[in-house]
């Protein structure tokens, strides 16, 4: 059996996001730079998950149009790009509904209750109800997402690996109970194939990205740095960052190491202002406020591209990038859809529905 890895044609790449509202670095270096950059190597599915979200917010939905609307707008200023890739919105794509349904039959419950981020996430939200079927039955919605377009690859950080494992697992008991096909034409010959091959994950190598109270940078804490804060804002949440503690007035020697402003010049600063921030704080030859302007030019060198490409996108071109997309998106889909019909034997009439 060829190696689905050494193919003559693209393999494809599928991964989604919440519609969490404006994107931070966090969001930025843990999954949407390393999109760019598989955009032009893979045949890649972008997709805001706006389903997802009403698995958590079904009781106040007021927030998923207008954060999906920003979270389309940072893709693009991000450098997803609508020619190269395809970006959508799963509920656009009416076979992200029908696809749960089915391969809910052949999901047993305890696979869902022993997924790690169930008991977590209604412990961690306890303010929500989350005692219903749709959040049980999340995993089963991001396996569909991903069999849909019978994805190769899966970019995830290394909190969605377990629920790439499960739709691993929701794809090999598909095709256990279900016939392998015959799909023409195959870049890989003529042979019998699973309709719903298993995806790999590709793992997003996320460096240590502090927020500004030094905790992992996350919308919950609030202590994001925004793809879209302009330059003033960028640099007073450096200026009240904090640094390491061991140095408390300005003639203390500090260990960068040991410092959240230091790791962000990992992540961003050039070898040689790191070599400018490792000897200038361990003598105390530099000043904190000195060494977070550094770090605060950095970021706004990042950022600056991608907020005029953010800017050059307006509200209505973002959705209509967005319709288009589903609209490809669900072609694709649909095409998955006709091979999971027939492996169920569920085409009685369905020549006759089309
Ligand atoms: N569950 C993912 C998250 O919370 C988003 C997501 C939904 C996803 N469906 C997916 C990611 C399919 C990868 C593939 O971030
Ligand atoms: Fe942190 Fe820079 Fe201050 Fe050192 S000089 S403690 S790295 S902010």
Request: hydrophobic share 35%; net charge neutral; glycine share 6%.
């Amino acid at each position: 059996m060829p190696d689905r890895q050494n193919l003559p044609y693209r393999p494809r790449v599928l991964s989604g996001m919440r519609p969490t509202g404006k994107l931070h670095l966090g969001n930025y270096m843990g999954a949407l730079a390393n999109w760019v950059k598989l955009q032009s190597q893979y045949e890649c599915y972008f997709f805001i998950a706006d389903l997802h979200a009403l698995t958590t917010d079904y009781a106040d939905t007021s927030g998923v149009a207008p954060n999906t609307l920003e979270v389309a707008l940072d893709f693009l200023g991000a450098g997803l790009d609508p020619e190269t890739c395809t970006i959508f919105l799963q509920s656009q794509v009416k076979q992200h509904y029908e696809l749960p349904l089915l391969l809910g039959m052949v999901t047993p419950l305890g696979w869902l209750e022993r997924v790690p981020s169930y008991k977590e996430m209604q412990e961690n939200l306890a303010n929500k109800d989350l005692t219903t079927y749709g959040f049980l039955g999340y995993p089963v919605l991001m396996a569909s997402d991903i069999l849909l377009y019978q994805a190769d690859f899966v970019p995830v950080g290394q909190d969605q690996q377990a629920h790439v494992e499960l739709t691993r697992e929701v794809a090999r008991r598909f095709n256990h109970f279900y016939p392998k096909i015959i799909r023409e034409p195959e870049p890989l010959g003529t042979f019998p194939v699973d309709v719903l091959p298993e995806p790999q994950v590709l793992l997003t190598p996320s460096p240590k990205l502090p927020g500004t109270d030094g905790r992992k940078m996350s919308k919950s804490y609030g202590n994001t740095i925004l793809l879209t804060d302009p330059e003033p804002v960028v640099r007073q949440k450096l200026k009240t960052m904090v640094t390491d503690p061991a140095r408390v007035r300005r003639s203390d020697p500090g260990d960068p190491d040991k410092c959240p402003v230091g790791d962000l010049h990992k992540v961003f600063s050039t070898p040689e202002t790191l070599a400018k921030v490792y000897a200038g704080c361990r003598s105390a030859g530099i000043g904190c406020i000195e060494c977070k302007g550094w770090a605060a030019d950095a970021l706004v060198q990042i950022l600056e591209p991608i907020q005029a490409r953010r800017a050059s996108f307006s509200e209505t071109q973002a959705k209509e990038i967005l319709n288009a997309g589903s609209r490809r998106a669900a072609r694709r889909a649909a095409q998955t859809m006709e091979e999971v019909y027939a492996a169920m034997q569920m085409t009685l009439t369905r020549e006759a529905a089309c």
